[in-house]
């Protein structure tokens, strides 16, 4: 494990390469079990096998998150499922159900197990009583300081890894353990299905006046009132590592692999250096709730209106395929037009812009506009941009 390990979100193969190619150190994914996300976002064992096999041919590590609730028939399946996981390669299990974790100790010895920040563990006590049962890593409870974190740091065995979420969507309730989604739903956020209710839109009905509906609103007009701010720690990264924390988690397995690629590139950037203000302008670029630094300056004293409603200062609109003699192969994504300015998103530093003056399809039709999307075209770059990277027209460029 390097010093200072940057770990990036897969829902998929395009996410898990985009990841590895921007700069991640691991890479976690859902499989088939107990996984806190949607089935859209878990791997087939096939699947898993493979990415462990793409992680490890770039030098990088693989986590399996098994990290959801289990009820009394998943255990057995949890045994044998992470006896197959050990087989595979994966690196490492994340798990958050004390009982799981026995069963995956006790089934598949040697594969290194992560407690996931589900399990709350925020105190030095109880990372204690982690490590004695044979977890190597703390994902950290998302509501501590930078002053817990420390003191948990000081009073803990030096073998025990600490990691800690910097950026990405955050839960209203306790490290995620909300009920709201069941209750309205019947969907359990603490089984991957959550409905995300605390991101909609309320407003209060008196019994006897029905069909009248005032909006709860916060002093902005919004009536989210439940929506939490997104997290982001780009300035916090020194901190953090003074800490004691070694391992810097994205969150994002639903992400798109566009997302995954410029939040993995921006943190890769700020761990080696570059100039912050790059970095932050970076985190810009993908859609995103009102940012904030969450809990680890203190809890949050003032009132941060929050609209609920995402923004973004670029958006996504090809992949690159290849680049021949000043011509741009790409896969269209969203629509772009000719006289707009387009950024290539690779891995490094900077992000070159050109003027697009042609668009022409595989049939050499020439068009002033792309509004079909994955239509493959061809546009005239100055740059030698490369397979796998990205596509993006800054907002607003009418």
């Known amino acids: 494990m390097p010093d200072f390990e940057l770990l990036s979100p897969a829902g998929d193969m395009e996410s898990l390469g985009a990841a ?20 859209s976002a878990g791997f087939s064992r096939d ?8 992680a490890h041919a770039a030098g990088k590590r693989l986590f399996v998150a098994m990290n959801s609730l289990a009820q009394n028939g998943e255990i057995p399946a949890a045994a044998e499922y992470a006896r197959y ?12 159900d004390i009982g799981v974790l026995a069963a995956v100790r006790e089934s598949a010895p040697g594969l290194e197990l992560h407690l996931s920040t589900q399990a709350s563990c925020m105190n030095y006590a109880a990372a204690r009583v982690y490590h004695d049962m044979g977890v190597k890593r703390i994902v950290l409870a998302r509501e501590m300081s930078l002053e817990d974190i420390a003191e948990l740091r000081a009073k803990t065995p030096k073998t025990l890894e600490l990691e800690a979420f910097v950026h990405g ?3 209203m309730a306790y490290s995620g353990r909300c009920i709201i989604s069941s209750y309205l739903t019947g969907r359990s956020g603490n089984r991957g299905q959550c409905a995300q209710p605390c991101r909609w839109s309320y407003a209060l009905v008196e019994e006897k006046r029905p ?11 919004s009536a989210a009132i ?22 810097f988690k994205i969150e994002g397995r639903m992400k798109t692999a566009y997302y995954v ?3 993995t590139r921006a943190y890769r950037m700020a761990l080696d250096g570059a100039d912050l203000d790059l970095c932050r302008d970076e985190l810009e670029c993908v859609k995103h709730r009102p940012y904030s630094q969450g809990f680890y300056r203190g809890f949050l004293r003032e009132n941060h209106a929050n609209s609920g409603r995402y923004t973004q200062g670029a958006v996504f609109v090809g992949n690159v395929l290849g680049w021949s003699d000043g011509v741009l192969k790409l896969r269209q994504r969203n629509n772009f037009k000719v006289g707009q300015t387009l950024e290539i998103l690779s891995p490094g530093g900077g992000a070159p812009g050109f003027a697009v003056t042609e668009i022409r399809t595989e049939a050499g039709e020439s068009r002033d506009s792309a509004p079909h999307p994955n239509e493959i075209l061809y546009v005239p770059c100055p740059y030698p941009a490369r397979e796998g990277d990205f596509l993006r027209r800054r907002e607003p460029d009418a």
């Open 85 to 96: 996981l050990r087989d595979i390669g994966v690196d490492a299990v994340i798990i958050s």
């Open 47 to 54: 699947m898993l096998a493979l990415a462990v096999d793409t």
């Open 20 to 39: 590895v190619r921007f700069g991640a150190d691991a890479v976690y994914v859902g499989g088939e079990a107990l996984q806190l996300r949607a089935k």
């Open 261 to 263: 690629a410029t939040v």
């Open 211 to 221: 069909g009248e509906y005032f909006p709860v609103e916060e002093e902005n007009g």
């Open 226 to 247: 439940l929506s939490s701010h997104d997290l982001n720690c780009v300035d916090l990264l020194d901190d953090l590592k003074a800490a004691g924390v070694t391992s």
């Open 169 to 171: 969507a955050m839960c």
